[in-house]
């Protein structure tokens, strides 16, 4: 049994895998398995993943048949695992030195702690700059972390104990974002969640699948619907349910403005629907005040009105130059 098990799920992530694998292998913590899964990559990720397995027997590969997407390759991912803690890392993505051992040494040190936190830094051509946590702790209760992860007001890159994985694995009702649902999952159920001085260098870059402009970048949508419904499940509260639904008008009006930017990413028929579909079951009673006043976002009773005021919205941003 390994202390702890990376997931690396990996598609078309030549250009930035191997700096991806030499953090890992590089780690001060040597007790780790390092599962990597290729999904069904068209570049030459499939032979850097079998070299690295060839050579450092803490890695395994697991190779995919087809495109699933993240989720579902990670999900491959913890059914092998045997780590007595799991986290994962982007293909593109990096660890500092003593990342794992930092995080697994509070794991070790706190029993009541089912997910530690990595200290998050964005790193792209100008530099490396950190996120910024819209909260000065360094320790949290499950719910508290739950709350504040419903609009990232701290981040999602974490290690957790096994249990906590097998038990929520990742949400795959969408190709793109819905592992987000199973970060807060996590949180919810960890008892305490806690800060490690460990550093995840996330690469910020054109290629990336989030930062795409695609028809996927819609499924934002689906995956937030998801989570809503796992709210209501948990039998959270009203003052909860604000908190993620007030995150859902947010982005819907905002992946709108996307799409009329960028037609081209999907039939307008389509796209309708589905905004119309998020429209309809957010509970819009439950929006502040101060989001319902504010033109772009006003919850008119109808939808085309909705939607009207966007189209106008965006207009005269693209016209002020925003």
Same mark, same amino acid.
């Given at each position: ?9 990996? @598609?078309?992530?030549?250009? =930035?895998?191997? #700096?991806? *694998?030499? +953090? ?7 007790? &780790?398995? &390092? ?12 032979? &850097? ?37 799991? $986290? ?11 990342? *794992? ?5 509070? *794991? ?13 830094? @964005? ?15 360094? #320790? !949290? ?12 007001? &701290?981040?999602?890159? =974490?290690?957790?104990? $096994? /249990?906590?994985?097998?038990? !929520?694995? @990742? ?40 930062? +795409? ?8 949508? /689906? ?9 209501? +499940? ?24 996307? !799409? ?16 119309? +579909? ?40 693209? !016209?002020?130059?925003?």
């Amino acid at each position: 049994m390994s202390k702890v098990t990376v997931l690396v799920a990996a @598609y078309n992530a030549q250009d =930035y895998l191997e #700096e991806c *694998l030499d +953090s890992l292998s590089a780690q001060t913590l040597r007790d &780790i398995q &390092i599962v990597c899964i290729d999904d069904a990559s068209t570049d030459s990720t499939p032979e &850097i993943l079998r070299r690295y397995a060839a050579s450092d027997g803490r890695f395994r590969l697991l190779e995919c048949q087809r495109n699933s997407g993240q989720a579902v390759a990670r999900n491959l991912g913890i059914g092998v695992a045997d780590g007595e803690y799991i $986290t994962m890392l982007d293909a593109d993505d990096m660890l500092s030195a003593d990342a *794992l051992e930092r995080a697994a040494s509070v *794991l070790d040190a706190n029993p009541d702690t089912g997910s530690v936190l990595f200290r998050l830094v @964005y790193s792209d051509e100008n530099g490396n700059s950190p996120y910024k946590m819209r909260s000065d702790k360094d #320790e !949290w209760s499950g719910q508290e972390a739950f709350e504040l992860s419903l609009d990232w007001s &701290i981040h999602g890159l =974490y290690v957790s104990r $096994t /249990e906590l994985f097998r038990k !929520w694995p @990742y949400d795959t009702s969408c190709r793109l974002y819905s592992d987000d649902n199973t970060t807060r999952m996590h949180y919810l159920k960890s008892g305490t969640v806690r800060m490690c001085d460990g550093i995840y260098y996330y690469r910020q870059h054109g290629g990336s699948m989030t930062n +795409s402009i695609s028809a996927l970048r819609l499924d934002l949508l /689906e995956a937030n619907t998801s989570m809503a419904r796992q709210l209501r +499940s948990e039998g959270q509260d009203r003052r909860v349910l604000s908190i993620f639904e007030k995150e859902r008008w947010v982005n819907l009006t905002g992946i709108c403005g996307i !799409w009329l930017r960028n037609r081209e990413i999907q039939e307008r028929e389509k796209a309708m629907e589905r905004f119309c +579909s998020v429209w309809k079951d957010i509970d819009r009673s439950l929006l502040p005040s101060s989001l319902k006043c504010k033109f772009g976002y006003i919850p008119f009773h109808f939808f085309r009105l909705y939607f009207l005021q966007i189209e106008i919205y965006f207009l005269l941003r693209r !016209w002020l130059g925003k």
